[in-house]
């Protein structure tokens, strides 16, 4: 599977970004990927890839991918998850969710160390995960919230 992520700076597509993506596995909320380096697509602005073949295809995944400190955090961060349909080599996108992802407010717990998804109410959560750095140790971020 090939992961895919998009970046804009002030509005404008961005190739000169060094993207870093992690990814959690749902089944048991553990990291799958920590800050591992994606590849910017040649000839097309903006967008960059990561070959994600080495994760199991039996599982979903939810993705954060940070875009870097040189963009504002409204453009920064990139989320997905990966669904996977009775023919596990094709993979599918819950639209809704992803668009709840991408759209409503986010939060980083300190004290627990975890990323919360909200709903469209914008303070009911609808995900939580742990977050790791690339050592699998646990660690927050100092971004705290975003807002929409």
């Given amino acids: 599977m ?18 870093l ?3 959690v596995k749902l089944n048991d909320n553990t990291c ?7 590849t910017a697509v040649n000839g097309l602005a903006g967008l960059y890839f990561y070959d994600a073949s ?8 939810v ?5 870097g400190a040189s963009l504002q955090d409204s453009e920064r961060y990139v989320f997905g998850i ?9 993979i599918t996108v819950d ?17 627990n160390k975890q990323l919360i998804f909200y709903d469209d109410d914008q303070t009911t959560p609808i995900y939580t995960f742990d977050l790791y750095d690339e050592r ?4 927050v971020n100092p971004i705290e919230r975003r807002r929409v």
Avoid: H
Wanted: proline share 3%.
């Fill in 95 to 111: 639209s809704e969710i992803s668009r709840k992802i991408n759209s409503n407010n986010w939060r980083i717990d300190k004290t």
């Fill in 54 to 61: 080495a994760l199991d295809d039996q599982y979903e995944y």
């Fill in 21 to 23: 993506l992690s990814a």
């Fill in 136 to 139: 699998g140790k646990s660690v």
């Fill in 2 to 19: 090939f992961i895919v992520a998009f970046f804009r700076k002030n509005g404008s597509p961005i190739s000169s970004l060094t993207p």
């Fill in 82 to 90: 990966s669904a996977y349909t009775c023919d596990l080599s094709e």
């Fill in 63 to 67: 993705f954060m991918v940070d875009g």
């Fill in 32 to 38: 799958a990927l920590a800050s591992v380096s994606m």
